[in-house]
């Protein structure tokens, strides 16, 4: 049932398919929440069997992603521990401060405390069975308020884009928060991956039938490190109601992006 309360923002974005994209990054404009992606894009990963899925929650806590779901119509907590796996860092610093393992001193930061996490975690027996996987993490831009420099986070994303290389099963999701402000940073990313998906406000200003846009940009040959030449751009309008995303193509409803 989420699948269907997720499905119009999902081919939207051409991300409906059984298989993602290697590289895919959200921006996320200041103001806007592009949340319902990330909540619609774990629904369509936990309904396909032996997929797993690996979230590093850093925005939120593991409790937001199940209650968002809740509202898709899925539980997360079914799946974890099977096809789920979940990263928490920011609820475990709450509970086990000041003694966290996420709190780490010296020349050590967070993004290299947590990339070995990750592949720790990707290259365990849970994720070695997996016909396919998928790290979605959510979202970059906390790193820097957890005491990572640019550097570290651009060398965090490197080492991420480099393991998909290696593992032809994999897939990689990041999404940054206040991308008009992190512009330089978030533009590094998006340029290596092979879809990017822009959140923005409405140029035209609030309207109750519409949230934003969505401005979806496509690399038709991801094996092109030069894929400008082949890339696709589409816009569309979202609405993100209690339990159900809708689309609206520009002007549909009488609106200006």
């Known amino acids: 049932m989420c699948f269907f309360m997720a499905a119009s923002v999902l081919f939207a974005c051409g991300l ?10 959200i921006s996320e404009e ?27 929650c850093l925005q939120h806590g593991y409790q937001h992603y199940t209650k968002a779901g809740m509202r898709l119509g899925y539980d997360c907590n079914v799946f974890v521990g099977k096809t789920l796996s979940v ?6 610093i709450a509970r086990d401060f000041p003694v966290s393992n996420w709190l780490i001193s010296g020349d050590t930061n967070i993004a290299d405390v947590l990339l070995q996490e990750i592949k720790k975690q990707i290259m365990g027996t849970n994720f070695s069975v997996r ?3 998928t790290i979605i993490i959510d979202n970059l831009a906390i790193l820097y308020n957890l005491g990572a420099s640019k550097e570290d986070v651009q060398m965090f994303f490197n080492d991420l ?28 990313i998006s340029k290596c991956s092979s879809v990017h998906v822009n959140v923005l406000n409405l140029k035209s200003g609030l309207f109750h039938e519409v949230d934003g846009k969505l401005l979806i940009k496509r690399c038709q040959d991801e094996n092109d490190d030069k894929c400008d030449w082949n890339l696709t751009t589409k ?11 809708k689309i609206y193509n520009p002007g549909e409803i009488g609106i200006k992006a």
């Not at 990263?87 to 475990?92: E, I, K, R, S, V």
């Not at 393991?163 to 990689?172: A, G, I, P």
């Open 30 to 56: 200041s103001n806007v929440d592009g949340g319902f992606l990330i909540s619609s894009i774990l629904c369509q990963r936990l309904r396909i069997s032996n997929v797993g899925t690996l979230l590093v």
């Open 131 to 133: 016909t396919h996987n």
């Open 235 to 245: 816009e569309v309008l979202y609405k993100v109601n209690e339990r159900n995303i």
């Open 87 to 92: 990263l928490d860092p920011l609820t475990d």
């Open 161 to 188: 884009m480099h393991l998909t290389k290696q593992m032809d099963n994999l897939s990689l999701i990041t999404k940054m928060s206040n991308s008009d402000i992190f512009c330089v940073e978030d533009s590094n």
């Open 16 to 25: 409906n398919g059984t298989k993602l994209p290697t590289l895919i990054h």
